[in-house]
């Protein structure tokens, strides 16, 4: 049976008022990718951010390597090697790829010879970035930011990499990419919590996944298995 890795138990978060999540439990484990699934405003995004200690929970335990984490700082987490990709990239425009690279490692433990042998990593895994390593990250595609969002998360050394809709805004042959790329990462070691709204995508990537609605999840089950869910199939995959 494979370590767990991550693990929220009965989280709830609240923006004032409002209860975003609503006792949830999920799982990351050892070498997997998951994904998170739901519509807009389901508490996807809510959750990644209660696990980064950005808005943490109201109640509940986020769990990493078997430490509570919730009494802890956001960049604190980020020293124990939980590494998210945020929706909408936000990279820094008016550095260089290299220099935005190079701020993915600003934090991490490691000299400086093997912050360069991961950068030589990303550019295996991106080429594109290496051919515009001068260029100003604002002036790259949509789908060139992603690669290099994905790549400085990279220089971090994430030991749970959490990606935040990968594919938002890309064209179709720049998702299939960028996805190709993810379960390359996966591969070498690196576990995977992906939240997105293309779910046939997100699935097919993933070992295991959950479905949220609402702040709840609602279902959670072997990928494959969620993606032949009649429920899911007529919700989120546009099937009658």
Same mark, same amino acid.
């Given at each position: 049976?494979?370590?767990?890795?991550?693990?929220?138990?009965?989280?709830?978060?609240?923006?004032?008022?409002?209860?975003?999540?609503?006792? $949830?439990?999920?799982?990351?484990?050892?070498?997997? @990718?998951?994904?998170? &699934?739901?519509?807009?405003?389901?508490?996807?995004?809510?959750?990644?951010?209660?696990?980064?200690?950005?808005?943490?929970?109201?109640?509940?335990?986020?769990?990493?390597?078997?430490?509570? %984490?919730?009494?802890?700082?956001?960049?604190?987490?980020?020293?124990?090697?939980? $590494?998210?990709?945020?929706?909408?990239?936000?990279?820094?425009?008016? /550095?260089?790829?290299?220099?935005? %690279?190079?701020?993915?490692?600003?934090?991490?433990?490691?000299?400086?010879?093997?912050?360069?042998?991961?950068?030589?990593?990303?550019?295996?895994?991106?080429?594109?970035? #290496?051919?515009?390593?001068? #260029?100003?990250?604002?002036?790259?595609?949509?789908?060139?930011?992603? /690669? %290099?969002? $994905?790549?400085?998360?990279?220089?971090?050394?994430?030991?749970?990499?959490?990606?935040?809709?990968?594919?938002?805004?890309?064209?179709?042959?720049?998702?299939?990419?960028?996805?190709?790329? $993810?379960?390359? @990462?996966?591969?070498?070691?690196?576990?995977?919590?992906?939240?997105?709204?293309?779910?046939?995508?997100?699935?097919?990537?993933?070992?295991?996944?959950?479905? @949220?609605?609402?702040?709840? &999840?609602?279902?959670?089950?072997?990928?494959?298995? %969620?993606?032949?869910?009649? #429920?899911?199939?007529?919700?989120?995959?546009?099937?009658?």
């Amino acid at each position: 049976m494979a370590d767990t890795l991550l693990e929220l138990k009965n989280v709830h978060v609240r923006y004032g008022v409002i209860q975003a999540v609503k006792g $949830i439990d999920l799982k990351v484990n050892e070498g997997e @990718i998951v994904s998170l &699934i739901g519509g807009n405003g389901a508490g996807k995004t809510t959750t990644l951010r209660a696990i980064s200690m950005v808005h943490g929970p109201a109640e509940g335990e986020v769990l990493f390597q078997g430490e509570d %984490l919730t009494s802890l700082k956001s960049h604190d987490v980020v020293q124990r090697g939980i $590494i998210q990709v945020p929706e909408g990239r936000h990279i820094f425009p008016n /550095m260089s790829v290299a220099e935005n %690279l190079e701020m993915g490692a600003f934090n991490a433990k490691g000299t400086r010879a093997e912050s360069k042998q991961i950068i030589e990593r990303v550019f295996e895994l991106f080429p594109r970035l #290496q051919e515009r390593r001068r #260029q100003a990250g604002g002036t790259l595609s949509g789908g060139e930011q992603q /690669m %290099l969002a $994905i790549g400085r998360a990279m220089m971090a050394r994430p030991k749970l990499l959490m990606l935040d809709e990968p594919s938002m805004g890309l064209a179709p042959q720049v998702v299939e990419s960028v996805f190709k790329v $993810i379960a390359e @990462i996966n591969s070498e070691g690196v576990p995977v919590l992906l939240v997105e709204q293309n779910a046939q995508m997100a699935l097919q990537a993933a070992n295991r996944g959950y479905v @949220i609605e609402t702040g709840e &999840i609602v279902l959670e089950d072997d990928a494959k298995k %969620l993606l032949g869910n009649d #429920q899911v199939r007529k919700a989120y995959l546009g099937e009658e």
